[in-house]
């Protein structure tokens, strides 16, 4: 059994497109005017026709399959395409890119034409303040306030201290210390009142005998029992005392 897949160069599942490319090749290599050899172009013809004709090549495809079927020392073979084939296919290939490109061109196109109209949110008015002209104020004059100036502390001699000078009749003093200088007497005297007594400071003018300086007391006291109360306190906060009775003309 002929098989006009081999004479074409072409594998058994060739296509139509296929078998048309490689008869058109062989047909002009092998036309008895181009110097080919008439029983192989008659070959190349008949091959053409039955594979060309869907009807026949059914027939002839069931016919070859069960020839090879049945005839295992002919080994199928599938010849791959031929150099123009690929180049058919290609060219097949890049006319179907060529209108999918078209068409996805002709679509994107459409989405957005010139005459659409894009309408956008309108801006936040920019709110831009007046300027103020600032009122001028004169400065404020600083009242000056004259503080009354300290008087001057007189360097005299300080008078005699003599709080006693003026009593009468029998009085009760409580004596807490005596002091050769004013300084030490008063020095003391702010000691004592820190506990809460209030003593006073009496000055003795020397005697014949050079003795004087400050008396520290408290009092006076006309009853004797107030004078011993005050006592009392004093010896209770460690204080030395002795209560003296002195009669005034």
């Avoid at 079927?69 to 073979?77: F, L, M, Q, T």
């Avoid at 003391?188 to 005697?207: L, R, S, V, Y």
Wanted: one cysteine or more; hydrophobic letters at 35%; aromatic letters at 10%.
């Amino acid at each position: 059994m002929k098989n006009y897949y081999r004479i074409l160069g072409l594998g058994i599942d060739a296509e139509h497109e296929e078998i048309k490319a490689a008869y058109r090749i062989l047909a002009q290599r092998y036309h008895p005017d181009k110097g080919g050899h008439h029983r192989e172009f008659l070959l190349i013809q008949e091959a053409y026709d039955i594979l060309s004709n869907p009807h026949t090549k059914r027939n002839y495809d069931r016919d070859l399959f069960k020839h090879l079927h049945n005839d295992k020392s002919i080994p199928v073979v599938i010849k791959p395409a031929n150099n123009q084939t690929w180049w058919l296919i290609f060219a097949i290939l890049f006319t179907l890119g060529c209108i999918t490109f078209a068409y996805w061109a002709y679509i994107h196109h459409n989405k957005v034409s010139p005459t659409t109209t894009i309408i956008t949110a309108p801006s936040k008015p920019v709110l831009i303040a007046a300027s103020v002209p600032v009122k001028q104020t004169a400065p404020r004059k600083k009242k000056i306030i004259s503080k009354p100036q300290a008087k001057a502390v007189s360097s005299a001699p300080t008078p005699a201290i003599n709080p006693l000078e003026n009593l009468t009749g029998t009085n009760y003093l409580i004596n807490v210390g005596n002091y050769s200088t004013l300084a030490a007497a008063k020095a003391q005297q702010q000691i004592i009142k820190q506990q809460g007594f209030n003593p006073n400071i009496q000055h003795i003018e020397a005697n014949s005998e050079g003795l004087g300086g400050y008396n520290l007391f408290i009092g006076p006291f006309q009853n004797q029992g107030n004078a011993y109360k005050v006592l009392e306190k004093l010896e209770s906060t460690n204080i030395d005392a002795t209560i003296e009775r002195v009669d005034f003309n």
